[in-house]
Nanobody, 120 residues
Framework: QVQLVESGGGLVQAGGSLRLSCAASGRSYKYAMGWFRQTPGKEREFAAAISGSGRDTIYADSVKGRFTISRDYAKNTVYLQMTNLKPEDAAVYYC??????????????WGQGTQVTVSS
């Protein structure tokens, strides 16, 4: 079993930065980790993923070059560093553990989400 708890969301101005954290319990090191996001009335969409080894990453085109995913095995934590934030980045961000993939169904464990609000 893996439990995930996100933190670090908040209100930021457009152009600003935020770092989201996802603290994992259990054997999360076995899994790839992903970040997804969702706005009201829309389906959850992929943002970034990192492989179990930490050597490989995937990014959605919409965040490539602005977001960086990383993981700290000692702290059992995954991070999403977000820079140059845009109003369209505002969403609830979810951390997930599972297969190294951009598809939601590849992930079997999910956190409760953290809200990111970007003011223009």
């Amino acid at each position: 079993q893996v439990q995930l708890v996100e933190s670090g969301g908040g209100l930021v101005q457009a152009g600003g930065s935020l770092r989201l954290s996802c603290a994992a319990s259990g054997r999360s090191y076995k899994y790839a980790m992903g970040w997804f996001r969702q706005t009201p009335g829309k389906e959850r969409e992929f943002a970034a993923a990192i492989s179990g080894s930490g050597r490989d990453t995937i990014y959605a085109d919409s965040v490539k070059g602005r977001f960086t995913i990383s993981r700290d095995y000692a702290k059992n934590t995954v991070y999403l560093q977000m820079t140059n934030l845009k109003p369209e980045d505002a969403a609830v961000y979810y951390c997930a553990a599972g297969g190294f993939n951009s598809v939601e169904t590849a992930y079997g464990y999910w956190g409760q989400g953290t809200q990111v609000t970007v003011s223009s």
